[in-house]
């Protein structure tokens, strides 16, 4: 798959995982949350004056994502879309104790938890959008 090369793309991605938010329908619901959980770099992007919502770079990096094009991408990894992001951006994900204190706040109002770290155990990143 491609990465995303335009704020648009990440938009557009973005939109996609809110529908599958949104909407709580299964498989896309569970998939949603899953990756919000398993997530190390996340593009945070506020709603109103008030709350985040964050999105993984895994997911969004690549370009029109979809469950089934996810799911279906052997090699899909950070590695790849972290650039990517960045790039369009204009900096590299960093870690933000705000942010992750509003990252906690945005698992508990969507349903679970925070692990005290991302995959792997490393310290989650932010980008703010």
Same mark, same amino acid.
């Given at each position: ?11 557009? /991605? ?9 909407? @709580?329908?299964?498989? $896309?619901?569970?998939? +949603? #949350?899953?990756? =919000? ?20 770079s895994r997911f969004i990096?690549?370009?029109? /994502? ?9 090699? @899909?990894?950070?590695? $790849?879309?972290?650039? +990517? #992001?960045?790039? =369009? ?12 204190a509003e990252y906690k ?25």
């Amino acid at each position: 798959m491609n990465v995303v090369k335009e704020l648009s793309q990440l938009k557009e /991605n973005i939109s996609t995982l809110e529908n599958y938010l949104n909407g @709580k329908i299964d498989p $896309e619901y569970s998939y +949603a #949350i899953d990756l =919000i959980k398993r997530g190390t770099c996340f593009i945070a992007v506020k709603q109103g004056d008030k709350e985040y919502h964050f999105y993984p770079s895994r997911f969004i990096g690549y370009e029109k /994502n979809t469950i089934n094009k996810h799911m279906s991408n052997l090699y @899909k990894a950070g590695k $790849e879309t972290n650039p +990517a #992001i960045s790039e =369009i951006i204009g900096y590299k994900p960093s870690e933000n104790k705000e942010l992750e204190a509003e990252y906690k706040k945005y698992c508990d109002r969507i349903g679970f938890v925070a692990r005290d770290k991302g995959s792997f155990g490393v310290a989650r990143k932010y980008w703010i959008l």
